[in-house]
Nanobody, 124 residues
Framework: VQLVESGGGSVQAGGSLRLSCLVSGYTYGTKCMAWFRQAPGKEREGVAAIDSEGGTSYASTVKGRFTISQENVKDTLYLQMNSLKLEDAAMYYC????????????????????WGQGTQVTVS
């Protein structure tokens, strides 16, 4: 399984970015996906998650500003980030794993076994 994130970069506070994560080689069945982030000196934290039927969940710190979505035909996960704040700066990772239809895996990192290498988001 390979996950490749893209779309990170530098943006001013209040700006927007759209992250993408292309998934390939996943053949285990129904999948759930999520975005995590990790800032220097901090633990990895869940940002947003989506289940196989499009149900979503968000960290309270990003709810209302970030939107997670997926395009199954392209096996791509997205994270639209609006109204970015200084504290949103971090390395962003996407993750995927097997889940039951209609049930998400939530925002716990240990629930996911497949991870991308990350894409850096800088906010100034």
């Amino acid at each position: 399984v390979q996950l490749v994130e893209s779309g990170g970069g530098s943006v001013q506070a209040g700006g927007s970015l759209r992250l993408s994560c292309l998934v390939s080689g996943y053949t285990y069945g129904t999948k759930c996906m999520a975005w995590f982030r990790q800032a220097p000196g901090k633990e990895r934290e869940g940002v947003a998650a989506i289940d196989s039927e499009g149900g979503t969940s968000y960290a309270s710190t990003v709810k209302g500003r970030f939107t997670i979505s997926q395009e199954n035909v392209k096996d791509t996960l997205y994270l639209q980030m609006n109204s970015l704040k200084l504290e949103d700066a971090a390395m962003y990772y996407c993750a995927v794993d097997l889940c039951a239809p209609g049930y998400g895996l939530g925002l716990r990192a240990r629930s996911y076994n497949f991870w991308g290498q990350g894409t850096q988001v800088t906010v100034s």
